[in-house]
């Protein structure tokens, strides 16, 4: 397991086959309610 850290938190990925892989990283908040029409959410 690999432990990165961003300005956001801390971000978990895993290597394989020399590969570092992040999966799962949330970008934005889902744009549903309110948010529907509006530019993106951190």
Known sequence: MTLVQTRCGTVEGIE???VLQ???IPFA???VGD???C???P
């Open 39 to 41: 530019p993106p959410q």
């Open 35 to 37: 948010l529907r029409w």
């Open 16 to 18: 394989r086959q020399g």
């Open 22 to 24: 992040f999966r799962g």
């Open 29 to 31: 908040a889902p744009p």
